[in-house]
Structures are given as C-alpha cells and as structure tokens.
T-cell receptor, first 112, second 116 residues
Framework: GESVGLHLPTLSVQEGDNSIINCAYS??????FIWYKQESGKGPQFIID?????DKRQGQRVTVLLNKTVKHLSLQIAATQPGDSAVYFC???????????FGTGTRLLVSP | EAQVTQNPRYLITVTGKKLTVTCSQN?????MSWYRQDPGLGLRQIYY???????DKGDVPEGYKVSRKEKRNFPLILESPSPNQTSLYFC???????????????FGPGTRLTVL
C-alpha cells in the first residue's frame, strides 16, 4: 500500500517569508494528492489538490509542486502570515485501495 | 452554513462504559467517514459509509461500530471503550459517491475522547 511521510515536524518562519512544507510518498502509481491545514482545535481544512498529470498548481498564495520522479510534493506559502500558523499535512490516494493515506503533519509557526 | 457537526467535543469516560459520538452534515453528502488522529500518526480511517445503510470498515475498525440510518447522520459507537481508544476523532463528509475520497472532504471540529 501507500505510505506518506513529512520531512520536518516543525517549521518556524518570520512573517512575510515564503514557507515550504514537504511530503514524500511511496507508491509511484499514486495519482491524486491533497494538502490540508489544521488549526488548533479545529478539523482539517482542504487547501489545494493536484493530480499526477500536472507538476504544479497554484491557488491563492499557495502553490503545490509535484515531482513524480522522486515521489515528492511540496506546499509553498507565499508571504506567510500569522494566520497561516497551523499543522499542514498531505494526503495521497492509494491507487490500489482507493483510499486517502494521510501524512503526520508539519507544524508551521509564524512569528511577527 | 455548510458544516459537519460533532458532539460532544470533549468526553472523559471510564473503561467499559458505552458511548456514542454523533456526527451530522447539512450538505446532502453521500459519503461520510470517521477518523482518529493520534500523535505521530496520520489520520486513520475507522469506518466509512457510501450511502444510507451502506457502511464498511476502514483501517482501524476494531472496537467501533457505526450506523447510517439517515443520510445526514453517522454516529460512532464504542460499545466497551478501552484506554487505547483515547484519541481525537474526526467525522468527515464529501459529495463523492464512489468512495474514492477524491472529492473534497469536509471535516468536523473533532471530539477529544479520554478513556480512563
């Protein structure tokens, strides 16, 4: 099956910096990927998704990059704000079982 | 407002005392799911339901039951809770009818359960 890992449990940035959060997956056949944001005391919230026929997708201040060669995806947040402080995790669709497999998350801390 | 609600938000109970965590969504979604979230582990699916009266096991179903008698409600039942079920629980729903989970999932606010 699929397994998902994140590279850093915590990332600290200054307000206004760009943030990059990484995720690695194991199954080269995986074709759908999602990034979630989870604020303290709340449920996960969908941020952006990408399918394997793309290598980049942009939203509002966020960009997801997919590198299928090394089975890696990243979430970039431009001009990080204090309101971006949260845990971010990726989810990958296991192609065999058609279920989402979730990573453990990176806590983003934004200081003013 | 489109939302998924869970009750209670916090619960402390003792081993063996049956409990139910309710989940309700107002988006007319077909697919509903329960997850647990534990430190150092990603969200793990407990049970899911693709439609009324259709439920199936997720990755960690042991010790849990669910029912889907109405489209909007998907309660999670712990018949005899044990300390290893202490966790943060999330209910989610999506429009996805195939159960593949590729449609956006909307999560509830979570229920923090402690079993002593």
């Amino acid at each position: 099956g699929e397994s998902v890992g994140l590279h850093l449990p915590t990332l600290s940035v200054q307000e206004g910096d760009n943030s990059i959060i990484n995720c690695a997956y194991s199954n080269s056949a995986s074709d759908y990927f999602i990034w979630y944001k989870q604020e303290s005391g709340k449920g996960p919230q969908f941020i952006i998704d990408i399918r394997s026929n793309m290598d980049k997708r942009q939203g509002q201040r966020v960009t997801v990059l997919l590198n299928k060669t090394v089975k890696h995806l990243s979430l970039q947040i431009a001009a990080t704000q204090p309101g971006d402080s949260a845990v971010y995790f990726c989810a990958v669709l296991d192609p065999r079982f058609q279920k989402l497999v979730f990573g453990t998350g990176t806590r983003l801390l934004v200081s003013p | 407002e489109a939302q998924v609600t869970q009750n209670p938000r916090y619960l402390i109970t003792v081993t063996g005392k049956k409990l139910t965590v309710t989940c309700s969504q107002n988006m007319n979604h077909e697919y509903m799911s329960w997850y647990r979230q534990d430190p150092g582990l990603g969200l793990r699916q407990i049970y899911y339901s693709m439609n009324v009266e259709v439920t199936d096991k997720g990755d960690v179903p042991e010790g849990y039951k669910v029912s889907r008698k109405e489209k909007r409600n998907f309660p999670l039942i712990l018949e005899s809770p044990s300390p290893n079920q202490t966790s943060l629980y999330f209910c989610a729903s999506s429009l996805d009818r195939s159960g593949a989970g590729t449609d956006t999932q909307y999560f509830g606010p979570g229920t923090r359960l402690t079993v002593l």
